[in-house]
């Protein structure tokens, strides 16, 4: 057995469960979620919604999002130019998981 | 409304959400839970199935574990001891997050 097919158990950080776990972990990327589960919002409208988020913290997280494919960014060209956000086919899955994980938080200790 | 009380939805460190991706993040513990899943283990049948983890390290992630009630340890007054471990009906429902996790993850770009 080779030192990297033998042990397909492991978790490093190509792992999936870390993989998901570096995603959702942080302050915002849940809230962030939730909000773009009912539909499309502006990147000013997220900023309001998201009491206490910095400007550039949200659009750290959301470029963030965007790399993993989580979210997907529409910009049009209006003047002035207005930026849509919503969450991909992939990101609306992220909220099982999410319902999963909070749901046993609350029973942690 | 107060500081605390009138965020209900923030995700800070005592969050649900965040408290599970705390507990499951990390190399081995998706592997610890997943060789307790079919009932008591030694500590050394642990350390012999946990291939590459030091014997310092599954210590204190089984100290962990225990400290967060998802794993019970007895010590059967033997001579020598012997220390079984396993999930308890809190570890066990974490079977379900990591799948979630797992299923989510694979599809992660």
Redesign the interface.
């Given at each position: 057995m080779g030192t990297k097919g033998?042990?397909e158990?492991?978790?490093?950080d190509g792992?999936?469960?870390?993989?998901?776990?570096?995603?959702?972990?942080?302050?915002?990327?849940?809230?962030i979620v939730?909000d773009l589960l009912p539909g499309k919002r502006r990147y000013s409208e997220l900023l309001q919604s998201l009491?206490?988020i910095s400007p550039k913290i949200l659009a750290a997280r959301l470029k963030f999002l965007e790399?993993?494919?989580i979210v997907s960014k529409t910009i049009y060209p209006e003047i002035p130019p207005r930026t849509e956000y919503k969450l991909t086919k992939?990101g609306r899955?992220?909220q099982?998981?999410?319902a999963?994980?909070?749901?046993?938080?609350?029973?942690?200790?």
């Open positions: 033998g042990n158990s492991s978790c490093d792992c999936p469960v870390r993989r998901t776990a570096q995603i959702i972990d942080g302050k915002w990327t849940t809230q939730r009491s206490g790399s993993h494919g992939l899955k992220l099982g998981v999410i999963a994980m909070a749901e046993f938080g609350t029973r942690l200790k």
